[in-house]
């Protein structure tokens, strides 16, 4: 029998026979591949309940595996091992070590709601994927994404001043991220807008890159969603056992 | 009131990004706008939405941010309907309106913090969020914009691109899918129908809603280039000389990984892009220059001048 998803299988765990006699019958070529037994025993009951405080995380129990999320995802149509049935699959049974081998891999989620337009369940995977991610960092098993180092710059100039300016948040997150500002791509496209862009434009968008455009009367919004946003993450540290309070997103940085 | 009335004169919500990159959208929208004699009042001393970033720090933030300008619009402008161009911020407002309506959890915060910041707390059903294309297509209707057309697009084959916050997820859009007339969630048409109104050719093209990996434009590049090359490729397949655009970071992110799919993965395409608003201002009569068209990235002038429009 063929095995379905067989890239979910690590190869370790794959057993392969050019030629293979069982009981004495050859059944080189139909049973050239085994997954091999093995016993798991360091279940982690506990992700599921710690991914379901945080946001986005809350209706993870009602998946029952169709796999529609998966099977209309934007990224795993680039990347197979981007699988976020299989991801729910693991959280729910604890399988804290499978899953922490695709740290790296969750972040990657777009959010075009592909997967909760399809789900059948109202599971939301979009915010899974965003609550797993978010588990991973404050859990210590991974660093911060780019994903979520850019939503920290842009958030923090929300919050600070009401508005957000284009220039602001790619210098920021450049700056954050420690990338180079003369990217082949990046000079292609600057040049193009100065020709076209009208002069009073350009200065405008200079001045607001270096006087921050901000919303009137912005200071009290601020400081009370600040307020709400540092109580938020303290919730959401608590909510996870052995966290890390380095991975905690301080609005006032 | 019906909504050819109700459209007639609407709270205009611009966002962030149509102050910034998508200028050229802005112009356009407003020049259509004044053209097709409809009132746009701009929200006063309106915020950010939250876009693709807030929700995931807080989602009841970005509930919160986005009930802001819905308040203002209502409470202190008096309006019942407010039309925000850009996906991101129709999609954020319509969320807000979504959970507000549905969510206890989401009341008290917007509350706490609507109390806070000293302004009214937006009640769900004070306004209706609409996009632009709603906007045109109910106040004005491809029959009326089709006897307005005075420099028809000439057969220009168009691929009409609307992204994904436009019609994901459904629960947030409960007048979609609701029979004739209405947009659909799966095919959506408004974008055709429009442009076809004003000459276009529309091209059968199969990523109307694909994504163009705007959340990780910067943060994920590679990915967002990929996904943006396949819609490139798959507007040229179909016959497209222009990709219509209603969202400006679907546009700035076609632009922008347009170059960077040739720059990067040596990817080459031709195919411009164009704001709906755009190409509907230049049917109506206005000058490219009224519309913005020298601010795109992708100068698609020579395009239209080849089929002998504007």
């Not at chain 1, 067989?6 to 997954?35: A, C, Q, Y």
């Not at chain 1, 998946?63 to 729910?92: E, H, K, M």
């Not at chain 2, 990159?21 to 097709?36: D, E, I, Q």
């Amino acid at each position: 029998m063929p095995i379905h998803e067989k890239h979910l299988i690590r190869p370790e765990n794959l057993s392969t026979h050019d030629n293979l006699v069982i009981d004495g019958v050859d059944v080189s070529g139909d049973w050239s591949t085994f997954i091999k037994a093995r016993v798991v025993t360091d279940y982690n009951e506990q992700i599921e309940e710690e991914i379901s405080a945080l946001p986005g995380g809350e209706f993870i129990h009602r998946c029952w595996q169709c796999g529609s999320c998966t099977n209309s995802c934007t990224v795993n149509a680039l990347n197979s091992d981007f699988n976020p049935r299989y991801w729910i699959y693991l959280i729910r049974m604890g399988f804290e070590a499978e899953l922490v081998r695709d740290k790296d891999l969750v972040w990657q989620c777009v959010s075009c709601n592909k997967c909760t337009y399809a789900c059948p369940r109202d599971v939301f995977p979009e915010g899974v994927m965003k609550a797993t991610a978010h588990w991973l960092e404050l859990k210590g098993h991974t660093v911060k994404s780019p994903s979520t180092q850019f939503d920290e710059e842009f958030s923090s100039q929300v919050f600070r001043t009401g508005k957000i300016e284009d220039g602001r948040v790619l210098l920021g997150f450049f700056r954050r991220s420690g990338q180079s500002l003369f990217q082949p791509w990046l000079v292609v496209m600057i040049k193009k807008m100065i020709r076209g862009l009208p002069l009073v434009w350009l200065t405008k968008m200079g001045w607001s890159a270096l006087f921050h455009p901000r919303t009137r009367g912005w200071g009290p919004a601020g400081a009370a969603i600040q307020e709400y946003a540092r109580e938020q993450e303290h919730k959401h540290l608590a909510a996870v056992r052995g966290g890390h309070p380095e991975a905690m997103f301080d609005p006032a940085k | 009131m019906d909504k050819k009335t109700a459209y007639k004169k609407v709270a205009y919500y611009p966002g962030c990004a149509l102050e910034g990159t998508g200028h050229a959208y802005n112009k356009s929208t407003r020049a259509v706008g004044k053209k097709l004699g409809l009132e746009l009042e701009e929200v006063k001393n309106w915020n950010c939405c939250g876009a693709m970033e807030v929700k995931n720090i807080d989602p009841k933030i970005q509930t919160y941010l986005s009930s802001r300008v819905m308040s203002i619009a209502a409470n202190e402008m008096g309006h019942s309907v407010v039309m925000a161009p850009c996906n991101g911020c129709y999609h954020n407002l319509k969320k807000a309106e979504y959970d507000l309506a549905h969510d206890e959890g989401s009341r008290e915060v917007t509350e706490r913090l609507s109390s806070k910041a000293g302004h009214t707390t937006y009640e769900a059903g004070q306004v209706e969020t609409i996009h632009a294309l709603d906007w045109i297509k109910d106040a004005i209707g491809e029959e009326e914009l089709a006897a307005r057309v005075k420099n028809s697009l000439n057969g220009l084959k168009i691929a009409n691109y609307y992204g994904c916050m436009y019609t994901r997820p459904r629960h947030i859009f409960p007048e979609k899918d609701s029979g004739p007339g209405s947009e659909s969630t799966s095919a959506p048409h408004f974008m055709d129908d429009l442009l076809a109104a004003a000459g276009a050719e529309n091209v059968d093209f199969a990523l109307k809603t694909a994504c163009c990996g705007g959340a990780h434009t910067l943060s994920d590049a590679d990915t967002s280039t990929k996904l943006v090359a396949n819609i490139l490729i798959a507007a040229e397949e179909a016959g497209a000389e222009v990709i219509a655009t209603e969202c400006p970071t679907c546009h700035t992110g076609l632009e922008m990984h347009q170059i960077r799919a040739e720059t990067n993965f040596g990817i080459k395409t031709n195919v411009k892009v164009m704001y709906f608003t755009q190409l509907l201002g230049i049917a109506l009569g206005l000058s490219p220059r009224k519309v913005g068209l020298q601010e795109n990235v992708s100068d698609g002038r020579a395009a239209l001048k080849a089929r002998q429009i504007g």
